[in-house]
Structure formats: C-alpha cells, structure tokens
C-alpha cells in the first residue's frame, strides 16, 4: 500500500512524486523508503543528495529548444567522466561524447565546456539517472533499464521535446526494441538499427558524421 507524505513537497520536483512516496510494510511495522526518481531505486539520503546535485548540474545546461538528446544508459559513476561536472571532464563517457561531437577541451575554462554543448541545443542524460551501486551486474542492469523505459518515454516526450534521440552506448541495445516502439517525441538515431557506442571508434565515426548534421 502506498501513500503520500503529509504536507511535504518533493525536493527534486515541488509536486507530489513517487520520491516522497512512502511504503507501508505491515500494520505494526511501517518502513519508509525514499524511492529515487532519478533511477527508481530506494535510496539513501545521500543517494538522493547526489542526485540532487547532478540534476542541478544538468539543469544549469539544459537548452530551451533540444536538437538532440544524448542518451546513455547509466550516469557514470565517477564524477570526473561526468559531461557536466563542475571540472572538465578527462576521461570516461563525458570526455568520449565531446571527442566525437569535436568540442574542445584543452586549456579552455570549464563552464565553457557544457556551455557550448548547451548552445548546440544537446542535453546528455541517462536512462538511469544515478550511478550503478557497488556489486550490480549486467543482468541487473538490463532489468533496471527496462523498467525505467516507460518514465524515460514520458520525459522525453512531456518535458524534454528533443527533435531527435541519439543512444550512445552498446548498454542500451538490450531495450533498442522497445526504444523503437516507444513514443519519444523525437527521431531516434541510431548506427544500423543498433546503438552507437563510444567505446567503438567506427562508430565514433559515424557518430560525429552524423551529429555534424544536427
Ligand atoms: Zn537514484
């Protein structure tokens, strides 16, 4: 059985939401659980501060017309590879998607960095909007991103509006199918009915052939 809090409004969104939805186990016993509507899970405060924060950061970026979502399966979990860290990203899927997009990065400040990719009309986020938890394995993985599909089609389709979908790692051809029957509101991109994937430098190429379009 669920019910809402009291009087309390989310801290990620202002309304009532399922993060603020609490749990009732049992009539003696109740459990509440903070469920994380960044990647669905029950979290801990600090779970959902660091969430918290990485929504700040994606925000302060995000354009007002989307040209195209980038979209990655999971945040990463080191904030260095972060695309919209506070420091430049050096490695990971956030240095990788600016190389193939050819924004530069050396000796350039940092908030120019994101900045540019925002003037471009590209916002980059994941199905999974939180960092993987120690111990998770694939199959968790592939679980996890199918059940989040249906709230990631709604954003996209109600809030984000890109005019395409770019799916930019192998991670995610597990759910390209049901990507593909899904109403996103957009094109989706794809490099011969699969994902690109940045870890490919063929598709790297196709990739930044593609994206000089956009
Ligand atoms: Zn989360």
Redo the contacts with the bound molecule.
Sequence with gaps: MFSQLGEADCLLCGRRCTTMETSTMSAQTTVRELI??????G?SPE??A??LRRLELTTRYRPIHIQAVFLGPQSPADDKDFLYSIETPRGGEGAALLRALGIQTDGRDAEAVPAEFQKRGFLLTHV???AAEPGGTSADLTRALRQRLPAVARRLRGSLRPKRIVLISKDLAAVVEELKKSQLGGELMLNDGRPFDLGDLDSVTKLTSMARGL
């Design positions: 994380c509507d960044g990647c669905g899970l979290a779970h959902i660091k969430r999974l909007e939180c």
